[in-house]
């Protein structure tokens, strides 16, 4: 079975300084994808990264920044210099992938992320 | 590509109607997918399709719930007398090909349910 911890429920910062979101994952796959999701106020999963359990390689885009480490299951999600507009609730989602490609994707509790001008 | 589309937004019953949501994917995308999300929860997988095919149903999809995805492109959730537990919001995802590389779920703004 899978499962996806995000233990911090709500943060909030104030602008401009740095947040990370942290998620920790369990898995049996040796093959297996970890998302991120993002979710504003208007409901809508945004999709924001996926990785490979082959690819521990950090990511960065823009403000966004992922850190993949196999060794403590974790994939934590760093934004640098927070906006109000990343106000919103984040998920770290897993999934496994199965002979037909096919993924069920499950996600972790979500942290609500509050930006403070 | 326009996204995934669903309708209604908002929907709000009595105990024991039946409701239907639906789901427009993108365009060319053959899978397609209901998730359920309850307050303060993440989605939680219902069902999935491939094209017109359901290939998977969640044990959270009981005998009142049916979807179906007639000719490979929209798909229905209709749920049958419902329940003040079934309030939630209803997700619909789609994604392209089974190529790994390709199957990114990317969802709609979501069908808000409450049952008074």
């Known amino acids: 079975a899978q499962k996806v911890t995000q233990a911090q429920t709500e943060i909030s910062v104030v602008e401009k300084e740095d947040v990370t979101l942290d998620c920790v994952y369990e898995?049996?796959?040796?093959?297996?994808?970890l998302f991120w999701y993002k979710q504003p106020p208007s409901g809508e999963l945004v999709f924001l990264i996926r990785?490979?359990?082959?690819?521990?390689q950090n990511e960065i885009s823009g403000r966004y920044s992922w850190n993949f480490q196999k060794s403590t299951s974790s994939f934590n999600f760093t934004i640098t210099a927070s906006q109000v507009v990343d106000s919103a609730v984040y998920f770290c989602a897993l999934s496994e992938a199965d002979s037909g490609g096919y993924q069920k994707v499950t996600f972790g509790t979500g942290t609500k992320l509050q930006v403070i001008p | 590509d326009t996204g995934v589309s669903q309708d209604p937004r908002h929907k709000i019953t009595k105990r024991g109607q039946n409701v239907t949501f639906r789901c427009d994917p993108i365009?060319?995308?053959?899978?397609l997918y209901w998730y359920r999300q309850t307050l303060g929860q993440g989605p939680e997988f219902l069902t999935y399709?491939?094209?017109?095919?359901?290939?998977?149903k969640s044990r959270l999809l009981s005998d009142r719930f049916s979807a179906e995805r007639p000719k490979g492109s929209f798909s229905t959730l209709e749920i049958q007398r419902t329940e003040q537990g079934d309030s939630a919001m209803y997700l619909c995802?789609?994604?392209?090909?089974?190529?790994?590389?390709?199957?990114?779920?990317?969802f709609g703004a979501g069908t808000r349910l409450s049952v008074l």
């Open positions: 365009s060319e995308h053959n899978r």
């Open positions: 399709f491939q094209n017109e095919a359901q290939l998977e």
């Open positions: 995802a789609s994604s392209r090909g089974q190529e790994v590389a390709k199957n990114i779920q990317y």
């Open positions: 990785r490979n359990s082959f690819d521990e």
């Open positions: 898995t049996r796959d040796t093959t297996y994808y």
